[in-house]
């Protein structure tokens, strides 16, 4: 997407090939840097510490780290603990596991001396594809939010929760893809955007986002939803997802799931916008069976802003002596979901639902 007139990817390989660079996205919205990736361990780092962050952008983090890890060395040995190293950065994400196993079944079928080459190449074609996909899930979406204009015909209002636009993905995003789309098809639009403590993705990059496209958009608290729903001020929600099992539970960043119990409350339709890479054929039930990655309470003790002087700095919130306690990620069972878009189409969020979709995949 565009920055300053400038076309920028969340990820890209520099000129020569030899660095990785990504957009530092700790620094959001307050600065706009890059950071080079020159070591596995850079990109390992770059993942946990959420310099890049979003499941389709950790899953392309991660092939890319495994190609650094294959050009320090391109043993079987060597890759498969690279593999495991990155694995080991965030737990809920299945596009992480899904990219590193692509991208590792690859090289250790390729001559040694060809690894390296080939795992960049791998991970070259991940990020075209996911890029690729991510516009489809656009397409596919925008028809949702035109169909729900023109039944009201009048200004559409759209929830979304954290952060699932271009900045979660290689470019265009998963829920925002749609959002994207339909402004620039002429849509009259806006997003009330959710804070999403503790990291405030939603604050600070969903609105940095909105912002730099010039659509309509209003940050609320994470609590405001259900009241702004029960006065008719939201249209439609959609959001992202970092794993969907195969019966359409869906398990996104901690507070979607108040988000779909209240939109289901209130008869508002809730959308799940996600690439097939981001579904776990393996699971069925989602509370049961997902992971869910629990991060430092300092993140919930301390919240990061702007001085008046202009220096990014960070503040507590709590009582030095109270605990904290940092869940990342909730899950919302398939029978709160409206329907899951996809870059295939469409679809009830249903285990029929996704096998018409994904028959191939859904078979493996
Ligand atoms: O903890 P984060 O910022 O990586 O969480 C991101 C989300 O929850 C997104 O909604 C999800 O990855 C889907 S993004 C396309």
Redesign the pocket.
Known sequence: MEIEGRHYRTIWLDEDGATVHVIDQTKLPFRFETRGLASVEAAARAISD?VV????L?GVTGAYGLALAARQDASEAALRSAHAALLATRPT?INLKWALDRVLAKLLSAPIGERAAEAFAEAGRLADEDAACCEAIGENGFKLIEEAARRKGGRVNILT????GWL??VDW???IAPIYKAARAGIDLHVWVDETRP?N?GASLTAFELGAERIAHTVIVDNAGGHLMQHGEVDLCI????RTTRQGDVC??IGTYLKALAAHANDVPFYVALPGSTLDWRLSDGVAEIPIEERSGDEVSFMQGLTDAGEVARVRVTPQSSPAKNF??DVTPARYVTALVTERGVCAASEKGLRELFPHEASL
């Open positions: 959420m962050r979003g499941a389709p950790i994400a929760h954290c952060n699932a979660a993905t995003g998963t829920a990291r993705q959001v992202g997802s970092d996104n960043k990342g990620f």
